[in-house]
C-alpha cells in the first residue's frame, strides 16, 4: 500500500494517521523514538504492508508488472492501488477525496512536529504538490513514479509502468477490487 491507502486505512485521530504515514519513512526497531499512539499506528502500517504482501490478489496484481519490472513491481503495485483508491474513492467513503485529504491535512499540519524527520520534510510537498488528488490521474502516477525512480539506488524507470494502467486496466482493477475489502477489514481488526 502506498500513502493515500495508508491514510484512508488509518484511524481519524493524529496519531494514528501521523503513525500510518510514516510508516514508509521508519526503518527498524521503533524502541522509544514516537509516543506510544504513533508506534502503534507504524506497528499498523508494517502489519497492513504484511498483510498486503500476502494476499493473492495483491500477488496477482503485482504478477502483471513483473515480466518487465521485476523485483520494483512491488513498488509500482503500491503507488497503483493507491490509483484505484483514488478512482474508485466513492466505493469506498462516502466522504469525498477531496474533503478527506482536506481534513486529513487540517490533522497533520499542527503535529508536523511530531512526524519523523524523513516525512517532516516530504510531508509539505506531499501537501502543497497535492499528491493524494493526483493519484487519481494517469498522469499523476507517471509523476509518482518518475519522482521515485530518480532516489533509487539502481536506476530503473518505474514510470514506464503507467503503460498497464491503459493496457491491462481492467485486469488490474479487478485485482485491486478483489483486495481492498479485505485491507479494509484487515485494518479495521487492527483496532
Known amino acids: 500500500m502506498n500513502h493515500l491507502a495508508h491514510l484512508f486505512l488509518a484511524g481519524d485521530d493524529a496519531d494514528s494517521l501521523i ?3 510514516s510508516g514508509d519513512f521508519v526503518k527498524g526497531p521503533l524502541g522509544d523514538r514516537f509516543t506510544e499512539a504513533i508506534r502503534r499506528g507504524i506497528m499498523e502500517h508494517r502489519r497492513i504492508d504484511t498483510f498486503t504482501d500476502s494476499h493473492p490478489a495483491a500477488a496477482d496484481f503485482r504478477r502483471i508488472l513483473v515480466p518487465e519490472h521485476g523485483h520494483y513491481a512491488r513498488i509500482i503495485a503500491d503507488v497503483f492501488f493507491d490509483h484505484f483508491l483514488a478512482t474508485t474513492w466513492s466505493s469506498w467513503s462516502d466522504e469525498p477525496l ?3 485529504v482536506s481534513r486529513v491535512f487540517a490533522t497533520l499540519d499542527p503535529r508536523i512536529g ?5 516525512l517532516a520534510r516530504t510531508y509539505p510537498h506531499m501537501r502543497d504538490g497535492r499528491w493524494f488528488l ?9 509523476k509518482a513514479l518518475t519522482q521515485m525512480s530518480g532516489r533509487l539506488a539502481r536506476p530503473h524507470r518505474l514510470e514506464t509502468a503507467v503503460r498497464h494502467l ?3 486496466r481492467p485486469l488490474l482493477e479487478s485485482h485491486f477490487l478483489r ?10 481488526g487492527l483496532r
Open 19 to 21: 503513525g500510518n504515514l
Open 98 to 100: 477531496s474533503q478527506f
Open 114 to 118: 511530531d512526524m519523523p524527520e524523513r
Open 134 to 142: 493526483s493519484y487519481a490521474t494517469v498522469r499523476g502516477i507517471e
Open 166 to 168: 491503459t493496457d491491462s
Open 179 to 188: 483486495f481492498f475489502p479485505d485491507v479494509i477489514e484487515f485494518a479495521r
